[in-house]
């Protein structure tokens, strides 16, 4: 049985982050993610401010940057009943538009495609050699006792293995197995809405959105009815609805992740 100071489940936004800052602290890390890969769809897209200057004290910040949403498509959210119909109405992004932050920091909020911003978060936590990464790997059942966790990992090749760990850390998801398995609770709703990831094999949409900048490389559902801010960032009020990405690869190249 193999010893780790702490395991991480989940290779998100937040197991990644954890990764990287406990590397920074000299801790070894065994991070777990089910997956074959960190995520390929946009889904979340919202980075609030306190999460940038996170972020950004790893030297991400010009990469994060470089792949966001210009900060101009953030000020307003738009109401239609299609991406190229007419406009219903319109709200103020408040807290997302930008300088609405900088009494209390030097940092604005981001709207990135999550595909983006994981790999981003993967080159830099894989950079650190006290940091150990493993893909399609799940941790199915773990124990716990008065000195520690023992969890038991499995292969994609059915394979197990058995881990000692003093900290264990679930951050596979609001909807998180492990804590559930934990009997943590949680209290408040915790479905506020749904999203649905649309993606084309290729070319332009056949509509362009209403006050959305350049066309992004996403097709739309006529039918939808959809929730949008000026920056192409669809949010959908129903489960019809479509994400947008912006025009861009997959994931930008690494700026480097500062130690």
Same mark, same amino acid.
Request: include cysteine.
């Given at each position: ?6 395991v991480?489940?989940?290779?998100g936004p ?31 897209r ?16 010009? #990469?994060?940057?470089?792949f ?33 932050q900088? #009494? ?34 799940e ?19 059915g ?8 900290w264990?850390?679930?951050?596979? %998801?609001g909807r998180?197995?492990?804590? #559930? ?6 209290? %408040?709703?915790?479905a506020?809405g ?12 056949a ?24 920056? %192409? ?7 019809? %609805? ?18």
């Amino acid at each position: 049985m193999s010893e780790v100071p702490v395991v991480i489940c989940g290779a998100g936004p937040v197991g990644l982050t954890m990764s990287i800052l406990l590397s920074r602290m000299g801790i070894p890390t065994l991070l777990v993610e089910r997956r074959e890969s960190v995520s390929t769809l946009p889904r979340a897209r919202g980075i609030m401010s306190r999460t940038v200057e996170i972020w950004s004290h790893f030297g991400l910040y010009p #990469e994060m940057t470089e792949f966001s949403l210009p900060p101009s498509w953030c000020q307003e959210f738009l109401y239609l009943d299609t991406l190229a119909g007419e406009l219903i109405g319109a709200m103020p992004s408040n807290c997302m538009a930008p300088d609405a932050q900088q #009494e209390t920091t030097a940092y604005e909020f981001r709207c990135a495609a999550q595909d983006q911003i994981d790999s981003m978060l993967w080159r830099c936590a894989a950079a650190y050699p006290l940091a150990e990464i493993r893909f399609s790997t799940e941790l199915v059942e773990h124990s716990q006792d008065d000195d520690g966790v023992t969890v038991t990992l499995q292969q994609a090749d059915g394979s197990q293995e058995l881990v000692r760990t003093s900290w264990l850390v679930g951050a596979d %998801g609001g909807r998180s197995p492990l804590r #559930e398995a934990s009997g943590i609770t949680s209290t %408040g709703p915790t479905a506020l809405g749904s999203f649905v990831n649309k993606t084309s094999a290729g070319g332009q949409p056949a509509v362009r959105p209403r006050c959305c900048g350049p066309l992004p490389t996403a097709t739309s559902d006529a039918s939808s009815r959809l929730t949008a801010n000026s920056g %192409g960032c669809v949010r959908s009020c129903s489960t019809r %609805g479509s994400t947008l990405r912006r025009a861009g690869p997959a994931s930008a190249s690494s700026a480097g992740c500062a130690t």
